[in-house]
């Protein structure tokens, strides 16, 4: 069983379905089969997604940084992990970027590559919990929201590891290098 997990799976975790995540891979470990878990950081693809119509990205993230990993990479990790899983039984892999980024630098990479003005804002917890009760989502889905930035602030999302590389033998891809390569959102 080759198991998509998120970075930081742990029954405490700030970010609230990482803690999902865990009681699932220990599901699969009580199990009795073999087993793979790929924990993935936040996904490179999504950073444009979290600017607002404003060219402002909102999230209580502090100076914590994210090592967001493209969904490419996540892909070729697991096909590599596919291709021979008997030399993976029994392993996790952190699957993140080559660098964590604060969500300020998110913004500056941003706005110097597609020539737009993007900033971050920095919410208090109020300001979050108020921003996205507009969306009408269940509380839990709120908190899950609220709690990938908390969860970038307290440093959890700022593990930068080498498992891309060591899978799929290329390094993983940076924000700048994704931007340059896909066209706007």
Known sequence: MVYTSFLGAAPDATFTLARDHHATEEH??????????????????????????????????????????????????????????????NRTYDLTGPQALTLDEVASTISAVRGTRVSHHDETLDEAYASRAGYGAPDWQVEAWVSTYTAIADGTMATV?????????????????????????
Do not use: N, Q
């Open 28 to 89: 699969l470990k009580a199990s009795g089969m073999a087993w793979t878990f790929l924990r993935d950081s936040l996904y490179l693809d999504f950073t444009e997604a979290l600017v607002g119509e404003d060219g402002v990205i909102r999230g209580p993230a502090g100076e914590g940084a994210c090592a967001f990993v493209a969904r490419a990479d996540v892909a070729r990790s697991a096909a590599a992990v596919l291709s021979d899983p008997a030399a993976h039984t």
């Open 161 to 185: 590891s080498s498992a891309v590389h060591e899978l799929t033998g290329s390094r993983p891809t940076s924000l700048e290098e994704y931007l340059r390569s896909t066209p706007p959102r």
